[in-house]
């Protein structure tokens, strides 16, 4: 078993409700999921590691904790898209409680950016 990444990583209700529904349509997603946090996010906020593939949100209301989103989610559903996949990923990160927290989970043919409403709800 590998050590753990983070200390916390919470699904919020609405993240569960979506990745519920996408995993109808994409049997990998949950699993992917655990890849993307392994990889993508631990080189992103622990070593401080950036492929162009997560950027925060910016124009929110509050500046903490900081919200990001992901466009470069492999999703082994979509074969041959790679990172390419149109799973996009919104998440935020306390960096002194080491949590991450899934906001949400959408396919970029479904919608076209993130759910602002969705994320002020929680944070403000």
């Known amino acids: 078993m590998s050590p753990k990444r983070f200390n916390e990583i919470i699904h919020l209700p609405a993240f569960e409700r979506d990745i519920k529904r996408l995993a109808k349509r994409f049997r990998t997603i949950e699993s992917d999921l655990d890849i993307f946090v392994e990889t993508e996010l631990f080189l992103f906020h622990k070593l401080n590691i950036d492929n162009n593939g997560i950027f925060r949100i910016t124009g929110l209301s509050f500046s903490d904790p900081a919200v990001y ?7 082994r559903a979509l074969k041959g898209k ?6 996009r990923v919104t998440h935020a990160y306390y960096r002194e409680k080491d949590r991450i927290e899934f906001i949400e ?6 919608k ?5 409403a969705r994320i002020n709800r929680y944070y403000m």
């Open 112 to 116: 076209g950016d993130e759910d602002r």
């Open 82 to 87: 790679g990172v390419h996949s149109g799973i």
């Open 69 to 75: 989103k992901a466009k470069k989610f492999a999703c």
């Open 105 to 110: 989970i959408y396919y970029k043919g479904d």
